[in-house]
């Protein structure tokens, strides 16, 4: 089998870190790894696969070595500066960024969703935001099957999508401390705000939702709007999820339809009190749905409760899907 | 001034407890005072406007004493049983169970919106739930401006909703201990189920946000849906509430009516970090609007964030507040 070599960049962060765990524990053919942080963390020794690294310091000259492929999570800032250099050098960057999402040059890929796009790749290739990620693996279905005319997003986003910060803004807001990271406490509170307000009202993250949707849905009609919230959790975001068909269906197809979904874990058994929870997707590469029932206010209503690690599919997992995608495809 | 004899029934609990703070802080007039409870708390000790009174037990004869109000907040099955009695024997009860708030002769009050519907109670007023009063304080103004017709709510609902039992397994379990009450660990998930699930795969909480909406506006063809989620918070609901109004609306306007509507605090000014929150709304008796901002996903859209203390306003302020309005509107 061809193996590949890596590069992880910002790999001493909480993304960098669970995709080096991804890498290894899906078992990615890599030949040789190339572990890249800011000069803060260079020197590093890190462990894969049993033998140790030491981190490099990312620089412009870092891509003139022999690498495949490059995995970055270090930041929007760092991708829109070193993707390209890595890209020109014939590596192929898988970002989990927001700096190429919209770019219509770079594809946003889902593996279970659209792998189709990544056919025209060059040489970047976008990871979409983590709230986004699993409500397209529990979309596609519905798409596929009965169309899907709007969506009204409301989420439930675990601290851990702040990374090591707002992870630790938790831990401490939980004995008591103040926040330092957050603009308010998150322990005891649901913060309405992720990423930063836009002048329509929506958050960043509330209009990445929007737009990422669509562009991996390949459907710029769809109608949708979003509310992004912070919750008082380590490690999932849990969604509710209020989706328009575009045409009649059956509650059992439905759930026939995701028992047999690549990428999902269908636990939809309320009288046992069986349903996706954080806590249960904690450290799985899946997502989980639940809580499917008709929505009766309107023409073709449904309702889901949708939960995955945002660390894992929401960020590395996906990330490394992508690359064993290309691979797959023959694209590298 | 007129005062009154009041009983409060489930004195000890944690709604009644609160009942009597309300009742001292917003200077209701007690001429003399009747906590009541179960075997179990009966003989306890209480102090009310300074002075001390021994709680008694609840039984058939409770109410041949002088009562002229009677607030009930000890469980669905007690109020069921002992209202009638209360009730036939010529005292007002408020009811803080979902005993009676879908009986039809039976008036389901938030003083704000439908004080009206006291002018045909005959003994018992229901207090609405806690997750419908705050929404129906924030959609009363534009259902009267703009009218309504179809909302989605996604809520996140505070662990002292379930009393002293939900509140200690957060406590616990924010202590690494096992979970009690719920039927999953709270600390570090949200959990998609409030009160028992239906037939239909809704929540009983879900469905009395559907049914009780309309009952309090008054409108059977206003369409609803909801999902309800327990979320590890210790007090306040907070709730994202999507909106379809039957006219078009300025979003100045929307702000303008929240600035001077009863009970509202108007808190969206999202540039200075500044949105309802569950820990400001804690321990105060308004309801919290905010995150106002057009859902440009369907005509006439609005998002709406709402939070407020779910003891206070969703309970015991609520139900002081129709006290209230009764000695206003010289029905008692």
Chains 1, 2 share one sequence.
């Not at 792998?115 to 699993?134: G, R």
């Not at 649901?190 to 929007?210: A, Q, R, W």
């Amino acid at each position: 089998m061809k193996s590949y070599n890596v590069a992880v960049v910002g790999a001493t962060g909480m993304v960098g870190q669970k995709m080096l765990e991804v890498l290894e524990e899906l078992k990615f053919p890599v030949k040789n790894l190339f572990p890249m942080a800011s000069i803060r963390s260079a020197g590093k020794e890190i462990n894969f696969n049993g033998k140790p690294y030491v981190v490099q310091e990312l620089c412009d000259e870092s891509f003139d070595q022999d690498i495949d492929i490059a995995l970055f999570s270090a930041g929007g800032d760092t991708s829109a500066r070193f993707s390209p250099i890595a890209a020109s050098k014939g590596v192929i960057v898988i970002d989990n960024s927001s700096a190429f999402r919209m770019d219509p040059t770079v594809p946003l890929v889902v593996p279970e969703v659209n792998p189709e796009d990544l056919d025209w790749h060059k040489n970047i290739i976008a990871n979409p935001n983590c709230s986004t990620i699993q409500a397209m693996v529990a979309l596609k279905p519905l798409q596929d099957a009965f169309g899907i005319e709007r969506i009204v997003y409301s989420t439930y986003q675990a601290v851990s999508g702040s990374g090591v910060k707002g992870y630790a803004d938790l831990e401490n807001g939980l004995k008591g401390e103040k926040n330092k990271f957050y603009p308010h406490q998150i322990a005891g509170n649901c913060l309405p705000h992720i990423d930063s307000f836009l002048e329509n009202g929506y958050t960043k993250e509330e209009m990445k939702m929007v737009n990422e949707t669509r562009k991996i849905l390949h459907d710029d009609h769809i109608r949708i709007t979003a509310t992004t919230v912070r919750v008082p959790v380590f490690y999932s975001h849990s969604e509710s999820v209020n989706v328009e068909l575009k045409k009649p269906y059956q509650l059992d197809k439905v759930r026939a339809l995701y028992a047999h979904a690549p990428g999902i874990v269908l636990m939809d058994d309320p009288e046992n009190n069986i349903y996706p929870l954080a806590r249960i997707a904690e450290n799985r590469n899946e997502v989980f749905v639940g809580r499917i029932r008709r929505d009766f206010s309107v023409d073709n209503g449904l309702n889901l409760w949708v939960v995955a690690d945002n660390i894992r599919k929401g960020a590395a997992t996906n990330a490394v899907q992508i690359a064993f995608e290309l691979v797959k495809r023959e694209l590298i």
